[in-house]
């Protein structure tokens, strides 16, 4: 159950606000389908977006796109150790951002998956002047992590490396 918005401490309300980590699912979603492809962001695997681009060492620790995720998981096990419990603390906070993304059409659910929604943003994503390093960072790590994931070919796969079950 996700606390009410006035309970929640000022970190939680910065760091995990529904609306940046919509913003970060639908870099994500644009991320996964970049080079023409046309599938959808599993919705499973979008439970593991904001556990890995929230945590800075995660996300500091991220390879280039030619690294398989099997290579990097294998090489990072203090992130994959801790990785299923992150998962399940973000699992009401990606709930949130999806369903306020798809209430503002920044995001759809369709059969296949998440994807982007037909609201238009320019630039996208929107960025402010207040963005810190870290706020641009989360966005790059997101579509980052978009373009990652399809190059494993089992959901199953990328879920059971990282210690998640659906």
Known sequence: MIPAWNERSVEDQSLFNPVFCALLLRAACRGYQEGGDSRALPLAHSFLVLPIVLN????????TLKTRMTTWVTAHPEHAAEFADRCRELVDTT????????????LTISGDGLRPGSHRFRP??????????DVRDCYEAARFIGRWLPKDDRQSTILSMLGVTP
């Not at 800075?56 to 390879?63: D, E, F, I, N, Y």
């Not at 709930?95 to 920044?106: K, Y």
């Not at 996208?124 to 390093?133: C, Q």
Request: with cysteine.
């Open 56 to 63: 800075a060492q995660v996300r500091r620790a991220l390879p």
């Open 95 to 106: 709930r949130e951002a999806i369903q306020l993304g798809c209430a503002q059409n920044w």
């Open 124 to 133: 996208d994503p929107p960025r402010l002047e207040t963005d810190t390093v």
